[in-house]
């Protein structure tokens, strides 16, 4: 179950050369449960046959603004009516000009018009067709209305040119659709601020070489989109790594522990909720060699000097900041995590094997709150365990609220 699961929403695809990846996406989207309906515009027929879609959503797919009207289904007013989204991908630039103008000839217009769903919109065209004015200036319109725009991104066009244009990854569309839902979410998260910390640091020896672990950030980015899936604002504060951060996220790049420390520092002023799931040097190098240490055939033992980092959790202290943490252990697991979050004031802390954890895809966690009180939960994906933990945290924002009412 995910902000997707059992949402309603309509994928309009129109005519351009990117249409062919809106079936990729179509899949995708079914897969993760939401309830999809297809239209394409006059253009993207060309392009592609409804029986595409239709075989991927088992459901009918809407072409034609003149189709009757029955008992159950009054046309363009009912598909607008039965949505909580409605993506456009690929927006061509007359489709967008169109939807900016609120032009009503096609199904798509009428459908635009009639709808209080938010928009998305991926546009996907030609680099200059892109950069002119009218083009922008149309986005902008649609923008300053609500509407979200994903991409384009750059790279090789359909003319085998370079440039802006090329439709955004599928990841990227989804994940701007879970934000849209999730603004739709009223649980206490929702509108709140939260800053999630995520990965390993790097602590430099010489230019090359620094002190590292073995973490992957997979935990802290799932926290980042749990929360973002309801309607958090995220500011995710992530270690080196590949990962793609989640759509919507605010996203500030950290090396090194006093990094985090400094970027931790500045995010949580606002926030109500700090999530550290980074793991964080807790020694680094005492000064890093200006230039990459030499091998001497004499040396038997290098010797780096080590200084304690600042416990970033521990000395975070703001009034009303919802402190959680994780606890990696390798014994004891419980009695240990238990110290760490009255040592370091927490409200919740999540405990677990730091062997089986650190760079894996699932993870066997026990939940400590304030009260003592230990949840042993079973292994599970990093995905499924960021929602248990929010679940956790929405139930302490909602006594807090309560107990301030
Ligand atoms: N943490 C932190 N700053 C540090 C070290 C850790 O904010 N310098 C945070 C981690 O992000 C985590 C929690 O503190 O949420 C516990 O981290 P962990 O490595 O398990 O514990 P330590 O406090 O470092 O204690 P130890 O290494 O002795 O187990």
């Known amino acids: 179950m995910t902000v997707l699961t059992g949402r309603r929403v309509l994928l309009a695809v129109s005519g351009g050369i990117a249409a062919y990846k809106a079936a990729d996406l179509t899949s995708k989207l079914v897969q993760a449960g939401v309830r999809l309906d297809v239209l394409l515009t006059a253009g993207a027929e060309q392009f592609l046959r409804p029986l595409t879609f239709e075989a991927l959503t088992r459901r009918p797919v809407h072409t034609n603004l003149w189709e009757p009207w029955t008992e159950d289904s009054a046309g363009h007013v009912s598909l607008a009516a039965d949505i909580d989204a409605l993506i456009v991908a690929p927006a061509t630039a007359n489709v967008i000009a169109r ?79 879970r934000q849209v839902l999730g603004r739709q979410a009223t649980g206490p998260l929702a509108g709140r601020h939260i800053v999630v910390s995520a990965g390993g640091t790097q602590e430099p020896i010489d230019p090359v070489r620094g002190i590292t672990n073995r973490s992957s950030g997979r935990m802290g980015y799932a926290i980042a989109q749990a929360a973002i899936d309801r309607g958090a604002r995220v500011t995710l504060i992530a270690a080196p790594g590949e990962r793609r951060p989640p759509f919507g996220a605010d996203v500030v790049r950290i090396t090194t522990a006093a990094d985090l420390h400094a970027a931790v520092e500045a995010a949580v002023d606002d926030a109500a909720v700090l999530v550290m799931a ?20 004499d040396d038997t033992v290098l010797n780096v000097a080590l200084e304690p980092t600042t416990d970033i959790l521990a000395t975070i202290d703001r009034p009303g900041l919802l402190k959680v943490g994780f606890a990696a252990e390798t014994e004891r697991l419980v009695e240990h995590a238990t110290g760490k979050l009255r040592r370091k004031g927490l409200g919740l802390i999540v405990a677990n094997d730091a062997v089986q954890t650190i760079g894996a895809e699932t993870s066997t966690a026990t939940l400590i709150d ?19 933990v929010l679940d956790r945290v929405e139930a302490i924002l909602r006594s807090a609220d309560e107990a301030g009412r």
């Open 99 to 177: 939807l900016a103008l609120g032009l009503s000839d096609d199904l798509l217009g009428a459908v635009n018009l009639s709808t209080v769903a938010p928009l998305i919109i991926v546009p996907a065209m030609e680099h200059h067709m892109f950069h002119h004015p009218a083009t922008q200036g149309h986005l902008g319109t649609l923008r300053e209305r609500g509407a979200t725009i994903v991409g384009p991104e750059q790279g090789r066009l359909a003319s085998g040119a370079m440039g802006d244009g090329r439709m955004a990854a599928i990841e990227s569309i989804v994940g701007a659709l």
């Open 370 to 388: 304030r009260d003592g009180l230990a949840e042993e939960l079973p292994t599970m994906t990093k995905e499924e365990l960021a929602v248990r």
């Open 278 to 297: 980074a793991a964080v040097a807790d020694f680094r190098p005492v000064g890093t060699a200006p230039a990459k240490i030499k091998k001497d055939r």
